[in-house]
């Protein structure tokens, strides 16, 4: 047995700028989509992937930039041979990362409609980072690779 990972230049970085507009983060979506089966990722993990961008995505336009959609949020993946690293930048001012790190599935939040976006993406993703610096947000977001192991 041997174990190989899915071809793919270990260089290989795909860019979108958009507009901060909550229609577009369809096509957000689908350039997900298209990453995620580049890399053969199944079923499963392409639907994490998605969610974590979506709410990535969601959350730069939405609090990073209050809907202005003359700010862009630029997104960029990055196709390692062993993991996808996707990143979110947002040029809002950040937010305290302690005061939205409580315990969501609580009672007591239970019913509330926000404020799962962090919770979900930590959970879809095998890491989740939060820079904030004076030129705004950056999430960045890592999902290994699958090893497909092959019989010799």
Not at 63 to 87: C, N, W, Y
């Amino acid at each position: 047995m041997s174990a190989t990972m899915p071809e793919c230049d270990p260089t290989e970085v795909i860019s979108l700028r958009m507009p901060s507009r909550l229609e577009l983060l369809g096509v957000l979506d689908r350039l997900t989509e298209s990453v995620c089966e580049r890399l053969a990722f199944d079923d499963d993990t392409r639907s994490q992937v998605s969610l974590s961008v979506i709410e990535a995505g969601t959350n730069a336009i939405q609090h990073g930039h209050q809907r202005d959609a003359s700010k862009p949020v630029d997104v960029e993946f990055r196709m390692h041979p062993d993991s996808l690293e996707i990143t979110v930048h947002d040029s809002g001012p950040g937010f305290d990362l302690d005061a939205v790190n409580g315990d969501v599935t609580s009672a007591e939040h239970l019913f509330e409609a926000r404020g799962r976006g962090i919770f979900i993406m930590r959970s879809c993703m095998d890491r989740v980072d939060f820079s904030f610096t004076p030129s705004g947000t950056l999430i960045r977001l890592v999902k290994n690779r699958p090893v497909k192991v092959e019989n010799s």
